[in-house]
């Protein structure tokens, strides 16, 4: 949706990748399948300056990869704050930690291995912000999931909403319907406040009332 140029000299105007997320997205690139699926630098700064501004206690993510978006959501934590990340990828737990550690946040993180419809339900409230990037045929079960156990003032960010445009289409298939159903589920809400952000592959921020 925006040229490459446009997108260069946003990049260009926007703070640096920490030594330590640029070794992750190096690493990711070179070592792992589909490293598109990795928030990057843009997405990634603007999840630090989202959890700098809340200033969470608890944190949950659905779906780690390889631990890019993680890191940056951790930015914000309160000191003796948790950020638990759940992936049904067992080979990406271990290529995460190191990173973890080398942010120096490896005491704040608690990686959960499995399906995120059966983990969630075990992560105790209340939650100041979740991130939804995993499995997109689940996003409004993960919202049913989560939305209550929000404190009000508490945040979800939900990625790929736009799904490349395709939200739009007439004819639209299963994970496209799935996003789709997802934004007419949140915007019917009358427990939230949303805005869809055209970043990247579309952010919704969700805050709970
Ligand atoms: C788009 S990637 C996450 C990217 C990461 N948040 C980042 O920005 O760096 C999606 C991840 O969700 C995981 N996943 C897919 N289905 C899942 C499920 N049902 N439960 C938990 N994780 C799942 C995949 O293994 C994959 O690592």
Redesign the pocket.
Known sequence: MITPIIEQYIEAHTSFESQVLADLNRA?HLKVM?PN????HY??ILLQLISSALRPKTIL??????????ICLAAGLQPGGTLHT????EE?LPFAKPYFEAAGIQHQIQQHL????T?IPTIEGPLDLV?I???KA?YSHYFDLVVDKLRPGGVILA??VLWKGKVVNDHKDNKTKALDDFNKKVQADERVKNLLLPIRDGLMWIERL
């Open positions: 990711t589909q699926m990795l928030s990057g997405q990634g993510e659905i779906g780690t990869y390889t631990g890019y978006s993680a759940i992936d049904v990828n990406l499995g399906d995120a419809k983990i991130f990037d995993a499995d689940a990625d790929n």
